[in-house]
């Protein structure tokens, strides 16, 4: 699409021709920076990063969640005492020791 050659590819990421032979034809021994770079000659780079962000890694999400703990327990190891729910016209809950987590 680039109308780029494999020898005009070698160049610009500073690598040999066999070796862009060897990245087209998915040979695995190729290092990583040799596609990084030729992505980032081919103007794909970002492409690859915005695929790679946590939020489009949904199975990822999932297994961090599942990490996550199910409770919460005072430093004493005893359960803490559930915060009641304030509606309209109710008086401000007190303020949680763990707000933000």
Known sequence: MRRLSQEDLAQRIGTSLSTVRRMEDGYPGTALHTFLRALHVLGRLDDLTQALT???DALGMELVREQLPQRVRTSA???RQAVPVVGK???PAPADD???F
Do not use: F, V, W
Request: hydrophobic content about 25%; charged content about 40%; overall charge negative.
């Open 54 to 56: 946590l939020e489009n």
């Open 77 to 79: 190891g005893r359960k």
């Open 98 to 100: 763990l707000e933000g």
């Open 89 to 91: 016209g109710d008086a």
